[in-house]
């Protein structure tokens, strides 16, 4: 790890939320954007440290951790390893082309729509970086407000019907979590995660822990049949709305499960795997019919996105090396993809003012970029070879195939669907009878800035993704080895006896860099 001795993650986080505060003295929507577009700038900037810094091992790194109220044993406890590491290069990424994207589109409360936007980025941030349970509900809840802000306010003609919904699907979930740190912490007195994977627990106890935070974490990811607030946010958010949703928010679901649930209730996890199994095929399979029968553009990647973190959680939940792999890849990637397809459903509507397949068909002709920029994307989508869609997706089905033939046969099922409604996405807009392109302009500077750096990682993690693997391999090689010592520890518990306990394998102590005093306990 690259020892800076500087707070790398605390800077990375709370930067944005700082340049937000000053964005309110700012005068003028051109200042406002060029401003937040620099502080995007520099926050990559910030990011290069972990980019070559991040070392291939297990252990927690850029570790930060104070007391925070000592009295509860509540600790500002920052860290990130291989699981959670490419989600923060990607929330980082994402934050200029949202700026980018929403340049024009945005024309009222720029100023409002621009802290929403930093806002997100520390509270997204703030969750893949938290240690301490506390803080990370406190980021888990923040991220709520600007979401549903940026839908409410700057979102279609049913906006209010749409982030009402939103709101409530995740507040209930975050109940449901919230109800399980409480239980964690009655029964260990601790808040520390990496501490809480450590802990004895029964079986039972474990269940209720596993019931609590896996509903949360559907409702968030979404699974299927939770998943009908996502279609609706989705439509009615501007397009960085809707690729913050896509590539960012949904992803935090399939962190949790892989965070807390697996190493914290191993026991749980695999009793329920069978459950969980079912719900992620179930996704996949309805998400793909759904996608298929849409006319709105932003339904139908919406639905799709249902089936792919489908895809996600049944990698998640064969607990193989391989498929959790795959799921971490197919997280990053549905977050490049997805978001790519955002932009250019944003893009087209900017010209057409519709959303409608109908209304936007036969453009090859006419923007020969576009046409070649959503070939790109929807290939990748599929999982075509050589893109990063194709190898996240092998990865899984290896892993499946490990386990279970049969489920790999409905994994390659599900592939065939996406298949058809991804066709016919392209063959519709691509290829149909022209409707009203002629005089359409083809992608400006502008949308060329945003969409290529996507394109070049769609093609990079297809071809080379070394070193994201290498970033990733040692925190889920650990990861499964644990699970597979807890949940044989506990196999005979799942009946009878609530009073075998797990033994946690002692190998998560974090690293720290120089300016921080690990040694005091907690």
């Known amino acids: 790890m690259l020892n800076t001795g500087f707070p790398v993650l605390s800077a990375l986080i709370f930067f944005p939320l700082i340049a937000a505060v000053v964005l309110f003295f700012l005068r003028g929507d051109n200042t406002v954007k060029v401003f937040t577009l620099l502080v995007s700038l520099i926050e990559c900037v910030l990011v290069l440290p972990i980019i070559f ?117 995740t507040l209930a979930g975050s109940t449901l979590f919230l109800a399980a740190i409480v239980a964690l912490f009655i029964k260990t007195g601790t808040f520390s995660i990496p501490e809480l994977m450590q802990h004895q627990y029964t079986f039972q106890f474990q269940a209720w822990i596993f019931l609590a935070l896996a509903l949360a974490f559907a409702i968030k990811v979404p699974m299927y049949p939770f998943h009908t607030w996502l279609p609706a946010a989705h439509v009615e958010a501007p397009t960085a709305g809707s690729v913050l949703l896509a590539s960012i928010l949904l992803k935090m679901g399939t962190y949790g499960f892989l965070r807390f649930c697996l190493p914290i209730t191993p026991a749980a996890s695999d009793y329920f795997a069978p459950l969980m199994i079912l719900l992620a095929i179930l996704s996949i399979i309805v998400g793909s019919l759904l996608a298929f029968g849409q006319s709105d553009m932003k339904k139908l990647i919406a639905y799709s996105s249902v089936a792919h973190m489908g895809f996600v959680t049944l990698g998640i939940f064969v607990f193989a090396f391989r498929g959790i792999e795959g799921a971490i890849m197919h997280m990053v990637n549905h977050g490049v993809i997805t978001g790519a397809l955002f932009l250019l459903v944003g893009l087209i509507y900017e010209r057409s003012h519709s959303r409608e397949l109908s209304e936007n068909m036969g453009v090859s002709k006419y923007l020969p970029a576009y046409t070649g920029f959503l070939l790109l994307f929807a290939f990748a989508a599929f999982g075509f070879p050589g893109t990063n869609g194709f190898f996240s997706k092998l990865l899984i089905l290896l892993g499946i195939f490990q386990v279970n033939f049969w489920l790999g046969v409905l994994f390659i099922i599900g592939l065939i669907l996406g298949l058809a409604y991804l066709l016919r996405l392209l063959l519709t807009v691509g290829w149909g009878s022209p409707s009203k392109v002629q005089g359409w302009q083809d992608m400006n500077l502008r949308e060329w800035i945003y969409l290529v750096p996507l394109g070049l990682l769609v093609i990079y993690l297809g071809v080379g993704p070394g070193k994201a693997l290498d970033f990733m391999r040692p925190s889920i090689d650990n990861l499964v080895q644990n699970f597979e010592q807890e949940k044989n520890l506990v196999i005979d518990e799942h009946k009878p006896s609530p009073a075998i306990v797990l033994k946690k394998a002692p190998n998560l102590e974090p690293k720290t860099i120089e300016f921080i005093d690990m040694k005091a306990s907690d």
């Open 53 to 169: 810094g991040f070392e291939s091992t297990a252990q927690f790194q850029f570790v930060e951790r104070q007391a925070w109220i000592e009295s509860w044993n509540i600790f500002y406890y920052l860290g990130i390893d291989g699981i959670s590491v490419l989600l923060i290069l990607l929330t980082v990424l994402l934050l200029p082309i949202c700026i980018l994207c929403s340049w024009r589109y945005i024309e009222k409360r720029v100023k409002e729509f621009n802290f929403c936007l930093l806002l997100m980025t520390t509270a997204c941030l703030g969750i893949f970086s938290a240690l301490d349970f506390v803080l990370f509900y406190v980021f888990w809840e923040a991220m709520l407000i600007p979401m549903y802000l940026i839908i409410a306010v700057w979102g279609g003609p049913n906006r209010r019907y749409a982030s009402l919904k939103f709101f409530l699907y």
